[in-house]
């Protein structure tokens, strides 16, 4: 499940006593792989043009900053040391040059898939890919100028970024392209610059809105933009973590029948019945493979969509067999650190199965993501999305954190 870590024990915005200043700050550094995170004393440097740096208020563990942090990852993506996290929700401490749509004091979630608004991917109804923005794993500097916005306090030299974002620390420097103000929605005809609402958000929202930086908003996304489920349709998701939790939770509002769920840990077959899983199958627990044990529960056809939210092929490959045959739609929710292949024959894709891949679950960050996250926060969504918090750790308190 996701761990949320609160940076800080005020919601407020900024004051101006810090804007184009070096800020020292906490920040927890991965110094190598594999070794626990070194809570130290980090210089953050005032944002550059069309960049925005970030007062965290409370930050989240994606599966993806562990597989980081373990250089599960090609060797070009490896940089330490390095500010991993790319879960968070803040508060604008101050805005670089040329920056319209958020500003001092607006409480925003940082995006590892950017959107400029201005290219040719941005203004394709096709991808939520950004030709400048979107999510590379193998950078760890700024666009601007190539150079980081963290070093250490004790030596001064820097620390890498990480998607982008870098949320494991309270303060954050990232572009325009990767934050949305999640209060106030874009408007065509005023740059995303409106009065300020009138009730404030209360702590346990803002927890809630971290999640919307990856985990809910690629789950529920994989679901309603990607495999697009439709009402009465048969769903089996590979993977019961926070991630296929989502998937589940993005079924149910749609209006799935029968709903799969496929883990080795019958633990969170708990949570999945709450999340609107119907059904579940433990790998382990039977001689015959997962995709025969899925048709037998759909009546030998198969299910209409199986979301694999993994990253691992042989879990690809019995999520793919157990669609049914001439529609079955299978999504990569989950990140593969392995260089090997699809494990499919082209022929199969013959019988009229189809699989694709999602980032994002599909969801343009700056247009569409404070609209997302607010349908999922409706009140029943709500308290389901409290699920997703396993634990709450101070992040002044959490020195040597290993996971």
């Given at each position: 499940?996701t761990?949320?870590a609160?940076?800080?024990?005020?919601?407020?915005?900024?004051?101006?006593?810090?804007a184009?200043?070096?800020?020292?700050?906490?920040?927890?550094?991965?110094?190598?792989?594999?070794?626990?995170?070194?809570?130290?004393?980090?210089?953050?440097?005032?944002?550059?043009?069309?960049?925005?740096?970030?007062?965290?208020?409370?930050?989240?563990i994606?599966?993806?900053?562990?597989?980081?942090?373990?250089?599960?990852?090609?060797?070009?993506?490896?940089?330490f040391?390095?500010?991993?996290?790319?879960?968070a929700?803040?508060?604008?401490?101050?805005?670089?040059?040329?920056?319209?749509?958020?500003?001092?004091?607006?409480?925003?979630?940082?995006?590892?898939?950017?959107?400029?608004?201005?290219?040719?991917?941005?203004k394709?109804?096709?991808?939520?890919?950004c030709?400048?923005?979107?999510?590379?794993?193998?950078?760890?500097?700024?666009?601007?100028?190539?150079?980081?916005?963290?070093?250490s306090?004790a030596?001064?030299?820097?620390?890498?970024?990480?998607?982008?974002?870098?949320?494991?620390?309270?303060?954050?420097?990232?572009?325009?392209?990767?934050?949305v103000?999640?209060?106030?929605?874009?408007?065509?005809?005023?740059?995303?610059?409106?009065?300020?609402?009138?009730?404030?958000?209360?702590?346990?929202?803002?927890?809630?809105?971290?999640?919307?930086?990856?985990?809910?908003?690629?789950?529920v996304?994989?679901v309603?933009?990607?495999a697009?489920?439709?009402?009465?349709?048969?769903?089996?998701?590979?993977?019961l973590?926070?991630?296929?939790?989502?998937?589940?939770?993005?079924a149910?509002?749609?209006?799935?029948?029968?709903?799969?769920?496929?883990d080795?840990?019958?633990?969170?077959?708990?949570?999945?019945k709450v999340?609107?899983?119907?059904?579940?199958?433990?790998?382990?627990?039977?001689s015959?493979?997962?995709?025969?044990?899925?048709?037998?529960?759909?009546?030998?056809?198969?299910?209409?969509?199986?979301?694999?939210?993994?990253?691992?092929?042989?879990?690809?490959?019995?999520?793919?067999?157990?669609?049914?045959?001439?529609?079955?739609?299978?999504?990569?929710v989950?990140i593969?650190?392995s260089?090997?292949l699809?494990?499919?024959?082209?022929?199969e894709?013959?019988?009229?199965?189809?699989?694709?891949?999602?980032?994002?679950g599909?969801?343009?960050?700056?247009?569409?993501?404070?609209?997302?996250?607010h349908?999922?926060?409706?009140?029943?969504?709500?308290?389901?999305?409290?699920?997703?918090?396993?634990?709450?750790?101070?992040?002044?308190?959490?020195?040597?954190y290993?996971?």
């Amino acid at each position: 499940m996701t761990t949320a870590a609160d940076t800080t024990t005020s919601t407020t915005g900024a004051t101006n006593d810090t804007a184009g200043k070096v800020i020292t700050c906490l920040a927890a550094v991965a110094r190598a792989p594999n070794e626990p995170l070194v809570l130290e004393e980090i210089e953050v440097d005032p944002p550059q043009k069309t960049e925005v740096r970030i007062k965290i208020l409370y930050t989240s563990i994606c599966h993806t900053d562990i597989s980081a942090w373990q250089a599960r990852v090609p060797d070009a993506q490896k940089a330490f040391p390095r500010i991993l996290g790319h879960e968070a929700v803040g508060v604008v401490e101050s805005v670089g040059q040329g920056v319209t749509d958020v500003r001092e004091g607006d409480h925003v979630i940082p995006i590892f898939n950017g959107e400029c608004g201005d290219c040719a991917y941005c203004k394709s109804a096709t991808t939520n890919l950004c030709q400048h923005f979107r999510v590379d794993p193998f950078r760890s500097v700024m666009r601007s100028d190539g150079a980081c916005r963290f070093r250490s306090r004790a030596d001064g030299r820097p620390i890498f970024h990480f998607l982008n974002t870098s949320t494991f620390s309270q303060y954050t420097v990232v572009d325009s392209a990767c934050v949305v103000n999640i209060l106030r929605p874009p408007h065509p005809d005023d740059g995303g610059v409106r009065p300020p609402p009138s009730t404030p958000p209360s702590p346990l929202h803002l927890k809630m809105m971290s999640l919307f930086s990856c985990c809910v908003s690629t789950g529920v996304g994989a679901v309603w933009n990607v495999a697009n489920v439709q009402a009465g349709s048969s769903v089996a998701i590979f993977g019961l973590g926070a991630l296929g939790l989502a998937v589940a939770q993005g079924a149910r509002v749609r209006g799935a029948s029968k709903i799969i769920g496929v883990d080795i840990n019958p633990e969170k077959f708990i949570k999945g019945k709450v999340m609107g899983v119907t059904d579940f199958v433990n790998p382990i627990e039977s001689s015959k493979s997962v995709h025969e044990r899925i048709r037998e529960l759909t009546g030998g056809g198969g299910v209409d969509y199986s979301l694999e939210c993994v990253g691992n092929q042989q879990v690809l490959r019995e999520a793919f067999l157990s669609t049914h045959d001439g529609w079955g739609r299978t999504v990569l929710v989950g990140i593969y650190a392995s260089t090997q292949l699809l494990p499919l024959h082209p022929m199969e894709l013959f019988d009229g199965r189809s699989i694709t891949g999602t980032i994002f679950g599909g969801v343009r960050g700056k247009s569409q993501l404070h609209d997302l996250a607010h349908r999922c926060l409706q009140p029943v969504i709500y308290r389901i999305c409290s699920y997703f918090l396993s634990q709450k750790h101070e992040f002044s308190t959490a020195r040597g954190y290993d996971h």
